[in-house]
């Protein structure tokens, strides 16, 4: 079956440390989307790519950090520069430009980051 | 920038109607989208409409749009504790930078025995 899959479910991070969230999709999307989720803040942006190589910042890209080697992969790195990790992230894909409006976006399960 | 509002929460009486309402600016909307988040997992894509659609309905679930008023609902008909989630509306429009779209902040439905 075709979808998108995060990993790890949980990740814990000790403060100072990076740590890196997996994003993979076999969609044959061309677009993926990044996701920080807080409560009562809805979804907001991290980071976004339509294209292998290229990527671009979302509303709170600060700390954060991606890449985009493969069109099937796009992880990405919390730093120790960010500094209230906490949260729940979510990875998304779309299909090429014309298409993702009609099908909007797939989404995998997400990852629960904690910094302990 | 672009923006789409809905209330935060909204609790109904099990197997009573839910109605999850939703405002959004951008006057160029091509296609308006709800989303369903249950806990500790990721957003399903529940129904979309086109612009140029009044209503579109599907099984329990029942869209409306209002284009004029820029207001989107959903209604959830025999609402049951498996319907309890939170509740994102979105939006899509070519005006949109590099084809984004644009989530509200969700609505949580709490249903009540």
């Known amino acids: 079956d075709g979808g998108i899959t995060q990993s790890p479910k949980y990740l814990f991070r000790k403060e100072g440390q990076n740590v890196t969230l997996s994003c993979e999709q076999n969609?044959?999307?061309?677009?993926m989307y990044w996701y920080r989720q807080d409560p009562g803040q809805g979804l907001r942006l991290i980071y976004y790519?339509?294209?292998?190589?290229?990527?671009q910042k979302g509303d709170i890209a600060e700390g954060y950090s991606v890449s985009r080697e493969k069109k099937e992969s796009f992880p990405l790195t919390v730093t120790s520069a960010q500094k209230n990790p906490t949260a729940f992230y979510l990875c998304?894909?779309?299909?090429?430009?014309?298409?993702?409006?009609?099908?909007?976006?797939?989404f995998g399960s997400g990852t629960r980051l904690t910094v302990v | 920038g672009e923006d789409v509002e809905q209330s935060l929460f909204l609790s109904v009486r099990e197997g009573d109607s839910s109605v999850i309402n939703c405002t959004y600016t951008?006057?160029?909307?091509?296609?308006l989208y709800w989303y369903k988040q249950e806990p500790g997992a990721g957003l399903q894509l529940l129904t979309y409409?086109?612009?140029?659609?009044d209503m579109k309905q599907d099984q329990r679930l029942t869209v409306l749009l209002n284009k004029k008023d820029k207001h989107l609902s959903l209604r959830i008909a025999d609402t049951q504790t498996g319907d309890s989630a939170i509740y994102f509306c979105?939006?899509?429009?070519?005006?949109?930078?590099?084809?984004?779209?644009?989530f509200g902040k969700g609505t949580r439905l709490h249903i009540l025995p």
């Open positions: 998304a894909s779309s299909p090429d430009r014309g298409t993702s409006l009609r099908y909007g976006y797939t």
């Open positions: 969609l044959n999307h061309d677009a």
């Open positions: 790519s339509q294209i292998v190589n290229d990527f």
């Open positions: 951008d006057s160029s909307s091509t296609y």
């Open positions: 409409i086109f612009s140029n659609m």
């Open positions: 979105a939006e899509s429009s070519p005006m949109n930078r590099d084809d984004k779209i644009i």
